[in-house]
């Protein structure tokens, strides 16, 4: 089948029903928070749903918010107040005090791959405070211990992050690890206007950057929740989505019927293979981006980092296991 | 016609070649260095040829160098070499020492339209010493006087770069404007591998940042040299140009026959009409740059900062008026 | 006698009354705001005053706040309120809609000296939609025009700032300029908590890059409000003025009263040149500058731009012509 | 004793000449390459050396380059291979190939402190490549595999570096660590012209940054080479150190003989004592640094990676175990 690159599981899902492929084991719910405001929940539930799905078993939720890229601070507030509930939501700690260690992938050098450096540039980091002086110190009876790390890419480093990440948890034992990555998507119009958390963890052959390894409770040892922004469509995948576009239309438009009756003899192989002879190699390694992507990343490093200040600062987390 | 956006003459001078239109008032020559540097010469000639080409009469010189994006120091010099040499001979001057203000165009905060403000940071200024400490200063008898500016884009001043431009000569009085700008190409095998530069200045539309006035010597008083690199591509070219591909393909392909056959009987407007539909509004806003633009960014500023540094500094400049 | 090296009229005020000169032709005012904020004014009234204080006539406004160093967004917005108080104390003009080019003075590439550049990159930049579509486009009835620009620095332009400056203004004729720049100070504890706005323009020998011409009325042809916050204090001036201390406390001590009696015999004029033979030269290009001055100077930008938005934006303007 | 604060081993060493404090336990060595280059060696053979110094038992080595900070590329290259040659005589392996983490110290949002991070981002790194394809892809039979990582500060991490470096070295294994930091030097003309490269590691207390814990052989269980160059002096020590000049001069000065016969009676902690007393609080978190840091931060970052190229890329590596 034709395989489009995403990492978003609400757009592999909708994907689906384009081409009318009948789901199992994936639940799917959709919630109209207002009129900017959508989160949408896709559920993978079985190893069957996982394969069809391309992505591992879990919950992903994804807030959509149409003004997500707009200069407004309240409403970004707003968005980060959402993330605190989803990330909440997906959280499996039961303890009172919480150690989190917060991961920001990606290149900062590569502006729409500086997605998680950023976020972890502006989170509030508590755990050496409270080794330091107790809990005390910020007068509250539960905080959590916040650390976060940028482990950078592996031509950077000569290091796979997994191995980074698992030294990392040998040393300072945290209990949960969030990881904060910038996204491909399918679709342009998703672009900087969509959170996905997940409990999967990061998985092979996701990120702007393509991580090569995962970062899952699998190979961590430890819960990983994921977080994520499509900053990037792959060249690719727009000219083959469009070309895959025109190739249907063809076979339906009225105007084009007698093309359209030859091209349905087609099957979806064939015009995969007419699409990919059209296709220049170099695409492989351009990608589709804002013109202002540089002025949106910074923005939006600030409303995920917030999310995460709020579901895990100020003794707000012990809400969610009352 | 079907118009695809490029701000290389070379491109627009090879697409009408593809879609063999006849070109009147236009000439192209193309010499090629070694197996890794073609430069490229396309003059045009008349106001028709301007018409057709979409572009002012003069001389554009492209330089393609395969190899300029990688890292290797020894080539970059040879590049600026070049570069140095095609902007003697087009530098309409012939007095002894000559004034120069080099503008760096387009915005420092947007990656991939960052080239221009970064050239002009590596340049060996030097009107201001020789106004203090006179010529000798450099122990030359000839020496030009070289100043910068960054105006930034209208955005972030209020004002168009023009005005700016046109105010700073006025006190300055500078005998040559050279202006750097990033540009769109139509081609991603292009993209920070070409340098054009022109005498025609700095034109309504062009550039990643799309000016919309122009900087040339009816505008300015004085003349203005323009040297650019193509660092995107419009998002909206690359699936418009692939998907017109496609079409045409499928006109010629003895596999789809009964589709050409009846594609055939289309015009050109009609096929045009056809990509539109299923074009993305979003495409707009978006561009096609590869994933490492921010380094590549970084290093061909460099090699053209050395091509002036090279073309007018270091009196090497007398050569070209022996 | 002693000299030392300080932009705020303030500090030269308090110097003078150390060393007990009687200051003719200088007014002065402290009004405490909270225990946090203290407002002073130092006017020049008479040549003999800006003789005595070597620097021009004028109004010097100073804002200090001890807490504006620290992170706090709503103390930052009281700051920017009074700013945008004090600026409107201090322009001088009565017209309806007035056009404002803000200078960002400094080089953007010394961290402590780009105050100035990180302002104008906050603005509320107005000149351009107002020329385009008119002053409704806001759909207020009074609008101000403001444009900015980063001029940078003679090493980098190879121009002198009140050339480009004076260009610009030919072009866009504006009714006033704002120009705001990072300062030097006397005193560590005035670094990041101190505003000095002033009519007077900037002057020679100011400045932490210290500017070689004027940019005042007399120098441009039109109003000069100059807004400046201290982030370094030279080495020379902190060294100099501990060494004076201490010489003076050594003619004061009890304990070392033998000394006290054969220093006090010292003119001024010995001690300096007794503390000038110890100096190190390299002290010359060096500065004393806080660890975390790189996000200060990113917060402190805010305060000031938020300051000017709300003094030229939104149409607050007029209240002050009333 | 009155204590200086300085980074440099040989610092504390000619501080000791000046006092006059005779050294048992430490051996210095001066050589002098050219006009430009002076190699100094201090080893601290004993623990009463290492108590005296205030610094471990181990080597020192500084090189001393009067043009480092001048913009000249020759001159860098011939400084990185003189780093290489002596971090080739301080590294302790026998192996074949080596594998090598080189640590970037600091904090990269603080200029001065940026250097460490800065060196990492010039590496080049092959760890991951030997991994995966074998040495043989760099078409040599001895190549040694280079890691490098930037742990950031705890401020941003709320992890101690050690803890992070600990974890890294669980997981990767390297045989030798090379940590490169910025330093704080007690005198300016220091500044931007030393490297100093030691077997001893990082020790709390040292660094721009002051690190808590140490990273040496002792803490981690694997040999620590560490590189810095000195890029600050602490506010306080330069006034400490000028006005203890003075106090000095004073007790020896004919002109002032009368106050230095009562200064010479006074013990080196009175005068200390003295000193304290004038000494502004606010110092403490100030630094003194050249105005042009910025700058020279990212040159010299460039010859230190690019002595670590030389000295462990390129199989130059074999030369030293011959």
């Given at each position: 089948?034709?395989q489009?690159?995403t990492?978003?599981?609400?757009?592999t899902?909708?994907k689906?029903?384009?081409d009318?492929?009948?789901l199992?084991?994936v639940?799917?719910?959709?919630?109209k928070?207002?009129?900017?405001?959508?989160?949408?929940?896709v559920v993978?539930?079985t190893?069957?749903g996982?394969?069809?799905?391309?992505k591992p078993k879990g919950?992903?939720i994804t807030?959509?918010?149409?003004d997500m890229?707009?200069?407004?601070?309240d409403?970004h507030?707003?968005i980060s107040?959402?993330?605190?509930?989803v990330?909440k939501k997906l959280?499996p700690?039961?303890k009172?005090?919480?150690?989190?260690?917060?991961v920001?992938?990606?290149?900062r050098e590569v502006?729409?791959?500086?997605l998680?450096?950023?976020v972890?540039?502006?989170?509030?980091?508590?755990?050496?405070?409270?080794?330091?002086?107790?809990?005390?110190?910020?007068?509250?009876?539960?905080v959590?211990?916040i650390?976060s790390?940028?482990p950078?890419v592996?031509a950077?480093?000569g290091?796979?992050?997994?191995?980074?990440?698992?030294?990392?948890?040998?040393?300072t034992k945290?209990?949960l690890i969030?990881?904060?990555?910038?996204l491909?998507?399918?679709s342009?119009?998703?672009?900087?206007?969509?959170?996905q958390v997940t409990?999967t963890?990061?998985?092979?052959?996701?990120?702007?950057g393509?991580?090569?390894h995962?970062?899952?409770?699998?190979?961590?040892?430890?819960?990983?929740?994921?977080?994520?922004?499509?900053?990037?469509?792959?060249?690719?995948?727009i000219v083959?989505?469009?070309?895959?576009n025109?190739?249907?239309?063809?076979?339906?438009?009225?105007a084009?019927?007698?093309?359209?009756?030859?091209?349905?003899?087609?099957?979806?192989?064939?015009?995969?293979?007419?699409?990919?002879?059209?296709l220049?190699?170099?695409?492989?390694?351009?990608?589709?981006?804002?013109?202002?992507?540089?002025?949106?990343v910074?923005?939006?490093?600030?409303?995920?980092s917030?999310?995460?200040?709020?579901a895990?600062g100020?003794g707000i987390?012990?809400?969610?296991?009352?």
């Open positions: 089948m034709y489009i690159r990492d978003l599981a609400l757009e899902q909708e689906m029903q384009e009318h492929v009948e199992k084991g639940r799917f719910l959709e919630q928070i207002d009129k900017n405001l959508t989160i949408s929940t993978i539930e190893e069957n996982a394969k069809a799905m391309g919950t992903y807030i959509e918010a149409l890229d707009e200069e407004d601070e409403y507030r707003e107040v959402q993330l605190a509930e990330i959280v700690l039961k009172e005090d919480v150690s989190v260690l917060v920001g992938l990606g290149n502006t729409p791959d500086a998680g450096p950023r972890a540039d502006n989170l509030f980091i508590t755990r050496h405070i409270i080794k330091e002086y107790g809990k005390y110190a910020f007068g509250e009876e539960k959590n211990r650390s790390i940028v950078g592996m950077q480093t290091m796979e992050t997994q191995e980074i990440i698992r030294g990392v948890i040998k040393e945290p209990d969030v990881a904060v990555d910038a491909a998507a399918r342009t119009k998703r672009l900087n206007r969509t959170i409990d963890g990061i998985n092979p052959g996701s990120g702007v393509n991580h090569r995962g970062l899952n409770e699998k190979t961590l040892g430890v819960p990983v929740i994921s977080i994520g922004i499509p900053t990037v469509v792959d060249a690719a995948t083959n989505d469009t070309m895959y025109l190739v249907t239309a063809l076979t339906q438009s009225e084009f019927s007698a093309i359209g009756s030859s091209l349905d003899k087609l099957e979806d192989a064939e015009k995969y293979e007419l699409i990919r002879e059209l220049s190699p170099n695409l492989n390694t351009m990608f589709v981006t804002p013109k202002d992507i540089d002025e949106s910074k923005r939006l490093s600030f409303t995920i917030e999310g995460l200040n709020i895990f100020n987390m012990q809400g969610s296991h009352a």
